[in-house]
């Protein structure tokens, strides 16, 4: 168990964050139970407009640690985050170094709220920094900096095939990545129409598509998504540049001649060095290494 935060463990901080967000929910679901209510976990650390107005600044920091109630489908919010921050947080904590990934995901995280309350300002003005009559409205989930990390890996290995339900067939992950940005646009688009034209039949309604356009906050997800492409393009121009400034190497021809066991046993060489000191401590031939087998894969 221990070796779970070890730091010879790949993605030792996408475990702690997991560990950290999974304690939480598990301490708010007791605290509810305790005082005999429910989402004071929620109500506390969750982002609201109205609390903002007041000076509770911290909930710009807290929001991303609290989810949804464990309490029947909602408990799916903790664990689809979780589960995909698992599965894409330790390559790109892996190969880019823990610098980076923090970078990525919580600076992510507080892209998606800059851009989730300008949508929201945008539809209902200032009324948003008055209190709701049932307390809802608020912000919570760590979706947006979950959407920068999935776009930094699809970046970084923009041909790995992913199995996506209900996608019967493999899917490349930049090409996944461009379907979930389209559809979160269209989402966003889809629910300020309704907004418009039949607010309150279908907002309030329960059913499925009514959670799906006005439950879940997809212009958060889009500005998850917008810096995890930012961020890795320009760290992307910045080795560029640091590369073209370096004296060229000789002959690079064996690169190209490598077996794939060669190139894989170079790779992990310098995977294991991008970990321990980071990406910016490679050479010009390492990186090259690391973008042959992004090519080959």
């Known amino acids: ?28 679901l ?19 407009f109205s609390d903002l107005a007041q000076g509770k600044i911290w909930q710009l920091f807290t929001y991303m640690w609290v989810h949804a109630e464990l309490v029947g489908p909602t408990a799916l ?17 892996s190969e880019l170094g823990p610098k980076h990934f923090i970078s990525i995901y919580f600076l992510g995280a507080l892209v998606s ?6 949508e929201v300002l945008l539809r209902d003005g200032m009324a948003i920094f008055q209190p709701s009559p049932n307390g809802e409205g608020g912000l919570v989930g760590a979706s ?29 992950a930049i090409r996944m990545m461009m379907v979930f940005a389209g559809l979160s646009l269209l989402l966003v688009v889809t629910a300020q129409v309704l907004r418009l034209s039949d607010q ?42 640091k590369y073209s400034q370096a004296e060229p190497n000789e002959d690079k021809g064996y690169l190209k001649n490598l077996s ?26 390492e990186y090259e290494i690391l973008d042959l087998l992004r090519r080959r894969m």
């Open 1 to 28: 168990m221990l070796g779970f935060f070890k730091k010879e463990t790949p993605g030792r901080l996408t475990r702690i964050i997991i560990a950290i967000n999974v304690v939480i929910a598990i301490a708010g």
């Open 30 to 48: 007791a605290l509810d139970a305790f005082l005999g209510t429910r989402g004071v976990a929620q109500s506390i650390l969750g982002l609201h």
């Open 77 to 93: 919010h903790l664990v689809f985050n979780m589960m995909t921050l698992y599965m894409f947080g330790r390559v790109v904590e």
């Open 113 to 118: 709220v800059f851009v989730f309350s300008a």
């Open 144 to 172: 947006g900096g979950v959407c920068a990390i999935v776009m930094a890996f699809a970046l970084l290995r923009p041909n790995t095939k992913l199995m996506i339900f209900p996608i019967p067939v493999p899917v490349r």
């Open 200 to 241: 309150d039949s279908m907002e309030s309604s329960g059913t499925f598509w009514s959670l799906l356009l006005f439950q879940i906050a997809h212009s958060a997800h889009l500005g998850g998504l917008g810096w995890g492409y930012f961020y890795m393009v320009l760290l992307h121009k910045q080795m560029k540049k």
């Open 260 to 285: 794939a066991r060669e190139l894989l046993q170079e790779s992990n060489r310098v995977i294991d060095k991008m970990n321990r000191y980071g990406v910016e401590s490679l050479s010009q031939e």
